[in-house]
């Protein structure tokens, strides 16, 4: 199980299976269960945790399977994913700003085999090398991030692969409700030949966010 839930002090916690056991990536704690080192997964500091959290099923990011993941930032989120698809997975962790990707590579893709990391322009996927892949998760906190994600879908995620679409809604508009906002980058993927499955805010996390899990 590389996913695991447990109940500490009232509340759910998620844990995921280290990949290299002894490492952190962040401030995470470290915990042995049945034997085997697990690592918290806090969701303050991860949209994905807060989702799954919130009612996202467990099972959108399997073992084996290969991950597209578009802005890294630092790797938080991207280690844990990199947990979950474990040794037979990949995660192509794609990120923009040269300073924070230095941070990916130093704190993640030097200690995981699993992740190959790209500093690149997610607006043109020419630019990483790769194949079809299960999954697209993008996080860009950009006006056009639904249209990056619909555009990095059709050129590499695979006939009825899995779009994991974080949607910050004051990058989009500042004015607007959230809430008409989230409806609205639903519905552009929806034109865009998408199938909405769910769609989850991510507040009491991440305020003015929400995770959009579509298949394409």
């Known amino acids: 199980m590389k996913l695991r839930r447990e109940e500490r002090d009232g509340r759910t916690s998620l844990l995921t299976k280290n990949l290299v056991p002894g490492n952190k990536t962040y401030n995470e704690d470290l915990l042995i ?13 991860s949209k994905l945790a807060a989702a799954i959290l919130k009612g996202l099923p ?7 399977d290969k991950v597209l993941y578009l802005g890294t930032s630092t790797g938080t989120t991207p280690s ?17 700003a040269p300073r924070v990707a230095r941070e990916f ?6 200690k995981r085999k699993n992740v190959i990391p790209y500093v690149a322009d997610a ?8 194949t079809k892949c299960d999954v697209v998760y993008c996080d860009i906190a950009q006006q056009d991030q639904t249209e990056i994600a619909i555009l990095n879908c059709r050129r590499l995620l695979k006939k009825g692969g899995r779009l994991l679409l974080i949607v910050k ?3 989009i508009d500042v004015i607007r409700e959230p809430k008409d906002v989230f409806r609205e980058e639903s519905r552009k993927l929806e034109a865009a030949g998408f199938h909405v499955s769910q769609m989850i805010e991510l507040s009491p996390f991440d305020k003015d966010h929400a995770l959009i899990y579509a298949t394409y």
């Open 33 to 45: 269960r049945d034997g085997v080192e697990f690592r918290t997964w806090d969701p303050f500091r």
């Open 58 to 64: 467990d099972d959108l990011i399997r073992e084996g």
């Open 80 to 96: 844990h994913v990199s947990d979950i698809v474990g040794e037979s997975g990949l995660v192509v962790g794609v990120e923009f």
């Open 105 to 110: 590579v130093e704190n993640v893709a030097r």
């Open 123 to 130: 607006r043109d996927p020419s630019s990483y090398s790769l």
């Open 169 to 171: 809604a004051r990058s």
